[in-house]
């Protein structure tokens, strides 16, 4: 009797005990699979796991994570979501309207998030003006890569306009040398076309195609001029790009088999990764102008049972925009911080010009969410505009037709 006593005061024991500190755990859906991918996310790994907390990762491979968004639906569907996913843009709120989503303002009340983050990036992180949704930097996307010897055997400056690209890719193309890696997936060409919006169109036309889907802008010849642009480019792509993933057109630059790629600074990461240094290896400069593409990873917080899951999404929050780890994150991604008070001291020119002109876009109200990266538009509207994008890169679809068939197709998805 007395033994039986002991034991279940003993089993009551451990019970309080487990209930008062529950242990933190996460699983976490990600896309982060590259080589500088994986070394960014496995610095939030360290992180979580030194704070006590059990990180099992999830990476579903796939760039711009179409693949994981799939996975993520499975997941929801079966009653099973995840602690954490990397989510963007209006996604983060078709999540919430689901009713799939829990709320972290807690942890930015205590945090302060408000005071640290910019004005300008807020709202993408908000569900009816609380925070769902933690930062973990801020990406550019209109950049052009490029290889420094093949660009300083040419004679060529880093281009800072499309026409001053065309220039260098014909003479690139003239000597024999392939102007640009491309992978030809959807995303990528959304990618390169919401580049060639934003560079040709300038900040107000960027805002009127591809945030209003306004239809005079859809449908006008600044935008038949987009299109014979993005043919000019799949004129400097070689034979072989069909399917190639992001990373291996960042890997052919690296190693000197062309010249230039257009991607986000997400490839900046693999320069990095591969042990390059800006100003010496490679060279980034933007197409833009004034205007200022971008998109912001976050994590979204599923609604999960348990303390244990509960508590890890309170801890991954607090630690995903703590100083330290949105510095050394940002240093292995390409990224810069999402927090404003963290020195850019360490980082490289490329992130000390991609935040200058982050400042100057937000005072000059140039900042572009971007469309291809979740951005700016919901689901259904970016598939209509990214489905014509990539059919016409494709194929010989002229620039009239392709204004044509985006026009009816933006109208279709409204
Ligand atoms: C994400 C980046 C990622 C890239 C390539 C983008 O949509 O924002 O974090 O590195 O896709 O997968």
Not at 270 to 276: L, R, S, T, V
Request: aromatic letters at 8%.
């Amino acid at each position: 009797m007395k033994k039986m006593l002991m034991v279940s005061s003993a089993l009551a024991l451990g019970l309080a005990t487990t209930a008062a500190k529950a242990e933190p755990q996460a699983e976490v859906l990600h896309w982060w699979t590259s080589g500088g991918e994986a070394a960014a996310v496995k610095v939030l790994m360290e992180e979580f796991n030194a704070n006590g907390g059990t990180w099992t990762d999830m990476p579903v491979a796939g760039g711009g994570g179409d693949a994981a968004m799939t996975a993520l639906r499975a997941r929801v569907l079966s009653g099973n979501a995840p602690t954490a996913v990397q989510l963007k843009g209006p996604s983060i709120q078709e999540w919430y309207e689901e009713g799939a989503l829990g709320n972290i303002q807690d942890v930015a009340d205590a945090e302060n998030w408000d005071e640290l983050l910019p004005e300008a990036i807020q709202y993408h992180l908000k569900c009816d003006g609380d925070y769902c949704a933690a930062p973990v930097n801020i990406h550019r996307i209109d950049w052009i890569w490029a290889n420094a010897s093949i660009l300083e055997d040419a004679g060529i400056e880093p281009p800072k306009s499309w026409d001053e690209f065309n220039a260098a890719a014909e003479k690139l193309q003239g000597m024999g040398i392939l102007p640009l890696a491309h992978g030809g997936q959807a995303w990528q060409d959304a990618t390169l076309f919401e580049a060639v919006v934003a560079g040709l169109g300038g900040t107000e036309f960027y805002k009127k195609a591809l945030i209003d889907l306004d239809m005079d802008t859809l449908k006008s010849d600044k935008m038949v001029e987009v299109f014979d642009q993005m043919r000019v480019l799949r004129g400097y792509v070689d034979d072989n790009f069909s399917g190639r993933d992001w990373n291996l057109a960042t890997a052919m630059v690296i190693n000197g088999e062309a010249a230039f790629q257009i991607m986000g600074d997400w490839a900046k990461g693999e320069f990095i990764a591969a042990g390059k240094e800006p100003g010496k290896d490679f060279y980034c400069s933007s197409p833009t102008g004034g205007g200022y593409l971008y998109n912001v990873d976050s994590f979204a917080f599923f609604n999960v049972d348990g303390d244990d899951r509960q508590a890890g999404q309170k801890l991954l929050a607090k630690l995903t925009m703590g100083k330290n780890f949105q510095k050394v994150f940002n240093l292995n991604k390409g990224s810069i911080p999402a927090r404003l008070d963290v020195s850019m001291d360490e980082f490289d020119s490329c992130g000390v010009q991609s935040n200058k002109d982050l400042g100057t876009a937000i005072e000059q109200n140039a900042l572009l969410p971007s469309y291809a990266h979740g951005m700016a538009l919901r689901g259904a509207q970016a598939g209509a505009v990214t489905d014509v994008v990539t059919a016409h890169f494709n194929s010989d679809m002229s620039s009239q037709e392709a204004v044509e068939q985006l026009a009816q197709a933006v109208a279709a998805s409204q």
